[in-house]
Structure formats: structure tokens, C-alpha cells
């Protein structure tokens, strides 16, 4: 078998993917097995900015971190028809913007199908958090499934165009017995090893009842951590999440099954961003809502001072303007 390692990343190992996005990945690599580093595909936004190493564009003073192909633990490199990114460059890229001065907010532009489960959980934990240093958007230009949804859900606000797609919130593991294959080529793998479990689920011999059993009590944990973290993330109940059973759903069923929050294109979440806009109803996102309450506040200053202009035989105290812009504020007439 050639490149055991990769083989290792994509078979007998809990995956967060699409199963079909799974088959592209598989048959753009072929008997190859090997890779060259191409750059970045294109994303949906026209606007443009400054690029920033490590990987993001500074656009107004929202930084966009596009995280897009499938997911990997570490590294990044072409297979053919997905570009491989590794959780551990957006996390870079992320952590450079939210210390960036000139950043004052964060859009996650998404287009993922999902990938591995290792590293993810982390680095969706990371953007939950630093939503309390700085407004963390995402947008759904065109597909956040399975891993790829579970950092969408990490946003304080979620944007879908109107055909992308969402959810895929499970997991699997694919067993591939090369036994046969071996066979045929004319050779025949035995291992010599310590620790009964030590070669569970080894892809040179049939899968053991046993050992199923225990790779689906496996899984069973991480859907259980991937519905719970997304129901919390969402505001959702777990019941709810689980109960759409890793369905896919485009644009307004999306919204309708709680995993995003509006319609709108990148370009008019950045728009909104640049403008101070940060948030719907079902956002939970305390840095946007501080940024809002500023910009409100300034609004109420300006509109405040405008209705005191009076009529030059009347006199008006600084006291006067100060209760005023106190009373609008604070939302009492």
C-alpha cells in the first residue's frame, strides 16, 4: 500500500464529512497517493482588501478568514478535487486577526464539506470564545456540513445564501478490509504485537463483531459531543439537533431548522459588518451586542443634541443636553 499515513486519515478513523464528498476525495486520488501545493481557490466575495499572513484579508476592519475544502488536524495540500486545510492553519490565521489592532470584527466565509473530528472541537471551542473579545460572524456561501457547520455554529451569527446547504451534524467511520487485495497482489500481512486492542479495526483482516461494537460505541460518543456542542452553540435543544438525524438543509430550511440565522450573500454580511451590524434576534454574540450598544449610544448622542436645537430665545443648559442623550440612551421619551 502506498502512503499508509494518508490511508490511515481517510479509512478506519471517526470522520465529520459528507460521505459523498468522501467518494470525490477518494477517486481524485486514485493509486497516487501523493500531492503538490496549489494555491487557494477563489471565494464568493467581490470585495477585496489587504492580505494579512497567516491567511486572512483585512477588508474595512473586518477581517475574512476563508475556511473552505475539506478539514484536516495539521497541514494543507491539493487531493485532486478538495484542497486538504488543516484546523491549525485557521486557527493561526484566526488568532493573528483577533490580536490585529486594525481588526475590529471577524467573518468566517465558509464553503466545507467537513473532514477529520481531531482538532475540530478545538478549534470551534477558540472562535466560541473569542466572540467575547470580538464579533465573530460566519457566512454559508455555499456548504457547511458536518465539521465544516460545527465551526459555522461557533459564530455568533449565521448567514446562508440562498442555495447553500447546512447541517450533516454525525458521524461515521469507514472499515476498509484490504485482505483481498493483499491476496491478490501476492502477499499477506501479519503483525507481531503487545495489548489485545492493539490492532483493533487494522484494515488487513475482516472486522470482528467485538471490535465493531467498540468503534460504534466510539462514534456514538462524538455524535454525542457534535449534537451538544451545536445545540449549545445554536441556542437549540440536543433532542432537536438529533432529531434532524445529519439531514442537509439549503437556505431557508436552514433557517427554519435553527442552523442559521438569515439570507444574505457575503458580500452583504460584510457590508453589514463594516457598518456595525452584527447580529439577529438569535444571536448570543456579547462583544457585537457592546460594539451595537456603542454605536446606538453615539446615534443617541447626535439625535439627542439635533432635537434640543432650539429657538434662539430660548436658552438650553448643558445639564439640560446631558439628561436628554441620558433619557435616549437608555430608551425612555
Same mark, same amino acid.
Given at each position: 500500500m502506498r502512503n499508509p499515513a494518508l490511508f490511515s486519515r481517510i479509512f478506519n478513523?471517526?470522520?465529520?464529512?459528507?460521505? =459523498?464528498? +468522501?467518494?470525490? &476525495?477518494?477517486?481524485?486520488? !486514485?493509486?497516487?497517493? $501523493?500531492?503538490?501545493?496549489?494555491?487557494?481557490?477563489?471565494?464568493?466575495?467581490?470585495?477585496?482588501?489587504?492580505?494579512?499572513?497567516?491567511?486572512?484579508e483585512v477588508i474595512g476592519?473586518?477581517?475574512?478568514?476563508?475556511?473552505?475544502?475539506?478539514?484536516?488536524?495539521?497541514?494543507?495540500?491539493?487531493?485532486?478535487?478538495?484542497?486538504?486545510?488543516?484546523?491549525?492553519?485557521?486557527?493561526?490565521a484566526f488568532i493573528a486577526a483577533l490580536n490585529d489592532t486594525a481588526v475590529k =470584527?471577524? +467573518?468566517?466565509? &465558509?464553503?466545507?464539506?467537513? !473532514?477529520?473530528?481531531? $482538532?475540530?472541537?478545538?478549534?470551534?471551542?477558540?472562535?466560541?470564545?473569542?466572540r467575547e473579545t470580538k464579533p465573530v460572524n460566519a457566512v454559508i456561501s455555499s456548504m457547511a456540513t458536518s465539521a465544516g457547520y460545527l465551526l459555522a455554529s461557533a459564530a455568533g451569527d449565521i448567514a446562508i445564501s440562498q442555495t447553500g446547504v447546512a447541517g450533516s451534524v454525525g458521524v461515521f467511520l469507514r472499515h476498509v478490509d484490504v485482505s483481498k487485495m493483499a491476496e491478490n497482489?501476492?502477499?499477506?500481512?501479519?503483525?507481531?504485537?503487545?495489548?489485545?486492542h492493539k490492532i483493533d479495526g487494522n484494515p488487513h483482516e475482516p472486522l470482528p463483531d467485538a471490535v465493531k461494537a467498540d468503534l460504534q460505541t466510539e462514534i456514538n460518543k462524538l455524535y454525542g459531543l457534535f449534537v451538544s456542542t451545536v445545540a449549545d452553540n445554536r441556542g437549540l435543544k440536543p433532542g432537536t439537533v438529533k432529531a434532524q438525524e445529519a439531514a442537509v438543509f439549503t437556505g431557508q430550511d436552514a433557517i427554519k431548522a435553527g442552523?442559521?440565522?438569515?439570507?444574505?450573500?457575503?458580500?452583504?454580511?460584510?457590508?453589514?459588518?463594516?457598518?456595525?451590524?452584527?447580529?439577529?434576534?438569535?444571536?448570543?454574540?456579547?462583544?457585537?451586542?457592546?460594539?451595537?450598544?456603542?454605536?446606538?449610544?453615539?446615534?443617541?448622542?447626535?439625535?439627542?443634541?439635533?432635537?434640543?436645537?432650539?429657538?434662539?430665545?430660548?436658552?438650553?443648559?448643558?445639564?439640560?443636553?446631558?439628561?436628554?442623550?441620558?433619557?435616549?440612551?437608555?430608551g425612555r421619551n
Open positions: 478513523t471517526p470522520l465529520m464529512i459528507q460521505p =459523498s464528498k +468522501l467518494d470525490a &476525495i477518494i477517486a481524485g486520488i !486514485g493509486g497516487r497517493f $501523493g500531492f503538490d501545493n496549489k494555491p487557494m481557490p477563489e471565494m464568493a466575495l467581490t470585495a477585496t482588501g489587504g492580505h494579512k499572513q497567516p491567511g486572512y476592519s473586518v477581517a475574512v478568514i476563508d475556511i473552505f475544502g475539506v478539514l484536516v488536524h495539521r497541514g494543507g495540500f491539493d487531493a485532486n478535487s478538495s484542497y486538504l486545510l488543516g484546523y491549525d492553519r485557521i486557527g493561526t =470584527s471577524i +467573518l468566517l466565509q &465558509i464553503d466545507s464539506p467537513g !473532514g477529520e473530528v481531531a $482538532g475540530a472541537f478545538e478549534l470551534a471551542a477558540m472562535i466560541k470564545q473569542a497482489e501476492g502477499f499477506k500481512v501479519t503483525y507481531v504485537f503487545a495489548g489485545g442552523l442559521a440565522d438569515r439570507m444574505a450573500t457575503p458580500d452583504e454580511v460584510l457590508a453589514e459588518m463594516q457598518r456595525g451590524i452584527f447580529q439577529t434576534s438569535k444571536t448570543n454574540n456579547a462583544a457585537a451586542m457592546a460594539h451595537q450598544e456603542q454605536l446606538e449610544a453615539v446615534a443617541g448622542w447626535d439625535k439627542a443634541i439635533k432635537s434640543l436645537s432650539p429657538p434662539k430665545t430660548v436658552s438650553v443648559s448643558l445639564a439640560g443636553v446631558m439628561d436628554k442623550a441620558k433619557c435616549w440612551v437608555e
